[in-house]
């Protein structure tokens, strides 16, 4: 079996996966040959139906299409806003943005989405996407995860991260509940956080433009923003020994990177983790930094 990652920062970082790509696809032997790229996930800045995180992204859509056109990567569209009305479904920018991914690779594209309004308004008017069902659900009951699973309407299901290591249920769940599995590896919220699905309400208001405060994160690291090497401390975080050595052989195959608010700096270390074999881990770093069309910061 092989690791599908999916990427973070479709829209954000695509000066990054501009020079990375081809680096990725050209020099093969610089990475590990039992994982690839599943997909790269993200939002335009400006987007109604944007969630999990406050989009920055500001790149041409037709150019993020014509890169995932170029290296048949699926683009999955993170529409996980959580409090979508029905006078939301017209929104001229996003539905612009699905008629232009739908089919703009030879891989299918997918849509990552909390609102089941959405869902049904998606699925009858632009019927090639696959459907991801969102972390931002915060599904940390696996009763209500394993019916999330066993929804026809998903390709994929993004558990909250705290099931990540639930392995006395997880080893019960069929051979087709596990390929829907979507592992989020890399999370350094605090894994007793209280307010996880609060944090991601407030993001919903703001991308639908609504006046409110900004959430407060209570965790005793939010002073110093995301550290991946507490992240790597975190009970729920999958490292790619645990990848290599206990997921993929029970039969797991999806892992989600975050990072799309971290910047393109922080992507790198994480690709250069989880997909770079470290005897060309600074082979790959130069190539990225001394490119002198990128911006990392």
Known sequence: MKAYYHLPGLFEFYDFYKVFLPLFYEHREYFYDWCEIGSIYGAPGDCLWGGGRVGFGEEDPENVAALMKEYGISARLTFSNSLIREEHLSDRNCNYLCKLFEKCSDSPSGIIIYSDILLDYIKEKYPGFYFVSTTTKVLIDFNDFKDELNREEFMYVVPDFRLNKEFEKLNLLTANQKQKVEFLCNE???????????????????????????????????????????AMKNPGFIGIEDIQKVYLPKGFSNFKIEGRSLGSAMVLEFLLYYMTKPEYRLTVREEIYLDSMLDLF
Not at 191 to 197: E, G, I, S
Not at 209 to 215: I, M, T, V, Y
Request: glycine share 4%.
């Open 188 to 230: 350094c919220c605090s894994f007793d956080c209280p307010d996880r699905k609060a944090c991601y309400e407030n993001v919903s208001r703001k991308s639908l433009g609504e006046d409110c405060e900004n959430h407060i994160c209570v965790s005793p690291h939010a002073e110093y923003g995301y550290r991946f090497s507490e």
